[in-house]
Each structure stands twice: as structure tokens, then as C-alpha cells.
């Protein structure tokens, strides 16, 4: 694929990004004229439509924007360095460690004596999950090394919550901790958008140089070395990206998954299966799938509220369901 393609595909998706972020503004159990609350916002008349168009509308579409983004470049850069279709942003233990991290926040009670403890607590459970990881498999090891260390961090960190939710204090406690794992991005601010922004924006700038080494990788390993790819460097770099943007971005969403394995798998055939290009196309891919999930659960009737965590599940799951299917029959 060319430039001019690779730009052409991307200038398609930012418009189909740019509309339904604008229709993320309209869509909710209460339409609201937007221009009319954009204008009511600049004259600073504290009208109903102004309020919900500033502090509930405009925060939820920005966090799904960011969040969807992250998990997109985080899932396409994870396949890319371990050269499997079905890798996802959490196979490292990112997402279970900032998982982790948050519900001890919830636990101790520490997230309603500091706001900023819930993102700290998701970021810093990221970082050592994925140090662990890193550790575990040390510091030559090859890819299928890597998924093993990833998989007993990710059982580690999942047995944790269900230890911490067995002992919680209260069923309220319980109550807090299970809806903010099936993650949902209903309730954001946008508090909750600046406090995610530092981090996700420097994982993203981590991740900024390594389409070339990607691009490397696919002729293996050796093949990458010879043409001066230091691989110990490029996992470390993108382990270190991935923790703390998907740490950053989860501590406030919560769980969301199948976004990071199945934007990139879609777009990597328009993209001629080049992980470099991948990288720029499956951000704003994720964005798009983000923003249409939490369009779609808005539509659901009144009063039954629908996690978007759990549609991204529902249609997710099936999906990698069906890649195993496709890779078994290509398995000789």
C-alpha cells in the first residue's frame, strides 16, 4: 500500500470519526439542539441543554474518543510485536493489572479521600503488572515466553479481584467495584478526561518511531536484528506505552475489551498487513467502534441501562471465536 492510499484511508476514517463524534452530542434519552446549547455555553447562560451538552455529552464522547484510540494503536502494536492476530492490549497483564490496581483503590475507600486515586491506582497496577510480565519471561525471551508470562499475570491479578471482592466490607462496596469492571463510560467528566489525557497521550507518543521496527519484525526475528531492530528495546518500549495509556485510560472506563484485537484485525488487509501503517489506522478505528458501542446503548429504552463494556463483549467474543475457527483451517 501506497502513501497516497495510506492517507486516503485515514482521511475516510477521521470523517467517519468526525460524524459520529458529532452525533455522540445529539444521541441520548433527551435530544438536545446542540447549536443552541453551543450557544447558550459561549454566552455563559447556565441553561439545562448548556449542561448537558458541557458536562455530559460533550466528557462522554471525548473519553470514548481517547479511550477507544488507545486500546486501537495499544492492540495493533501488541500483534505487531508478537506477530499474532489474536494478541490483544491485555496480554501483558496491562489491562488485569490496572483492573487491580483500581479495585484496591475502591476497596481501601482511598478513591472518596483523593480524586486522583482511582487513575494512580489503574496506572501504577498497570506498570507492575507488565514489569512482572517483563521479569517473568526475562529479558531475551521470545514471543510464545511473553504470552505464558502474560497469561499467569493476567490469572494472578484476576484472582486478586475475586479475592478482594469476596472480602469487600459491604454489598455497596461489592456493588461499586463489579459495575466498574463491566465498564462504561456513561458517567465520565470531564475531570475524568483530563485526568486520562497525560497518560494515554504519553503512550501514544511511546509508540510514535516504532511502525519501522514493526514493519522489521514481520521478516522475523534474526531478519529484524540484522537490520539494526533492537528487540529487547522495541518490547520494553511498547510494554511501557501500552501499560501506561491502557493503565490510564481503564482506571477511569473501566474494563473494556475485544476493541484492541478486533480493529486491528479488520483493518489490517486495507492497510497491505503492514503493522507500521496499522498503527495510525487502528487508532482511529477504536475510536470509531467506542463512540458507535456507547451510541448503541444509548438507543436501548429508558431505564435499562446497558454497560458498554458488555456490547464491545457481546460482539466481541463471537468475533474471536471466529478467528480461531479461520486459524484452525489454515493449520496444516
Known amino acids: 500500500m501506497d502513501t497516497r492510499g495510506q492517507l486516503r484511508l485515514n482521511l475516510i476514517l477521521g470523517c467517519v470519526l468526525a460524524g459520529l463524534f458529532l452525533l455522540s452530542l445529539f444521541v441520548g434519552s433527551n435530544p438536545v439542539p446542540v447549536m443552541q446549547a453551543v450557544v447558550d455555553s459561549i454566552n455563559r447562560d447556565p441553561s439545562i441543554i448548556s449542561l448537558i451538552l458541557t458536562e455530559v455529552r460533550l466528557p462522554r464522547a471525548l473519553i470514548a474518543l481517547i479511550t477507544g484510540a488507545t486500546l486501537g494503536v495499544c492492540g495493533a502494536a501488541m500483534q505487531g510485536l508478537l506477530r499474532n492476530p489474536l494478541a490483544s492490549p491485555g496480554l501483558i497483564g496491562s489491562a488485569s493489572g490496572a483492573a487491580l490496581g483500581t479495585v484496591i483503590v475502591l476497596y481501601s475507600g482511598w478513591s472518596a479521600v483523593f480524586w486522583l486515586a482511582l487513575p494512580f491506582g489503574g496506572m501504577l497496577g498497570s506498570l507492575l503488572a507488565t514489569l512482572m510480565v517483563y521479569l517473568l519471561a526475562g529479558r531475551d525471551s521470545g514471543s510464545t515466553t511473553l ?3 502474560g497469561v499467569a499475570i493476567n490469572t494472578l491479578s484476576l484472582s486478586l479481584i475475586s479475592l478482594l471482592l469476596n472480602l469487600a466490607p459491604s454489598p455497596y462496596a461489592v456493588k461499586e467495584m463489579v459495575l466498574w469492571m463491566l465498564g462504561s463510560i456513561a458517567h465520565g467528566s470531564m475531570n475524568d478526561f483530563w485526568v486520562m489525557l497525560p497518560g494515554t497521550l504519553l503512550g501514544w507518543f511511546l509508540l510514535t518511531g516504532t511502525g519501522r521496527a514493526l514493519d522489521a519484525l514481520t521478516l522475523g526475528e534474526d531478519t529484524a536484528t540484522t537490520m539494526g531492530i533492537h528487540l529487547p528495546r522495541l518490547r520494553w518500549r511498547i510494554f511501557l506505552a501500552t501499560a501506561i495509556a491502557l493503565g490510564s485510560a481503564v482506571s477511569v472506563t473501566g474494563a473494556i475489551g475485544f476493541v484492541g484485537l ?71
Open 262 to 332: 478486533v480493529v486491528p484485525h479488520l483493518l489490517r488487509p486495507l492497510v497491505g498487513f503492514q503493522p507500521g501503517r496499522l498503527l495510525t489506522a487502528s487508532a482511529i478505528g477504536g475510536a470509531i467502534l467506542l463512540l458507535a458501542a456507547d451510541i448503541a446503548v444509548r438507543l436501548f429504552p429508558a431505564g435499562t441501562e446497558i454497560k458498554v463494556g458488555v456490547l464491545t463483549s457481546l460482539v466481541g467474543a463471537p468475533f474471536f471465536l471466529h478467528l480461531i475457527l479461520k486459524s484452525r483451517r489454515w493449520q496444516p
Open 147 to 149: 504470552i505464558l508470562a
